[in-house]
């Protein structure tokens, strides 16, 4: 875990952060999970929002796993970073995509991401799928 000052604003808030890689299996599930939420709770996340932050990551990583196509030799990173009172958290993986014909189609993952959390966009440039989360942590 990391602290940095934004580069050129002397007044820009602190960025706290938090960069964790896995082969692309689904016993890393956990290990994702519980990084994120110790995150939240070390950033001030009460109860209610650690176990919001805990579902939406498994949600994520576990579609990253799934529709990805990730394979050991193929690592799923997260990121998380807390600015102006927001906790984002971001889900990378390099695979085909749930766009891909082979897909099943999508569950209930990313509706019940997007219920949790208070923004979230999806991005699929190139190979690979990014997730990014956003949560508003409460103000001290």
């Known amino acids: 875990m990391t602290g940095a000052s934004i580069e050129g604003d002397p007044a820009a808030p602190s960025v706290v952060s938090l960069k964790v890689c896995h082969p692309g299996s689904p016993d ?6 519980h990084a994120a939420v110790d995150f939240a709770a070390a950033h001030g996340a009460d109860t209610e929002l650690c176990q919001d932050v805990a579902l939406a990551v498994s949600e994520a990583v576990t579609n990253a796993v799934k529709h990805a196509d990730a394979h050991e030799d193929e690592t ?3 990121t998380a970073s807390v600015a102006d009172d927001w906790l984002e ?3 990378i993986d390099r695979g085909a995509g749930f766009g891909n014909p082979d897909s099943d189609g999508l569950g209930l993952g990313l509706s019940i991401i997007a219920r949790l959390s208070a923004n979230l966009r999806i991005s699929q440039e190139g190979r690979g799928t990014e997730l990014i989360m956003r949560f508003p942590l409460p103000r001290c």
Do not use: G, L
């Not at 890393?28 to 999970?33: E, G, I, K």
């Open 76 to 78: 799923i990173s997260m």
């Open 28 to 33: 890393v599930v956990p290990s994702f999970r």
């Open 89 to 91: 958290i971001r889900v």
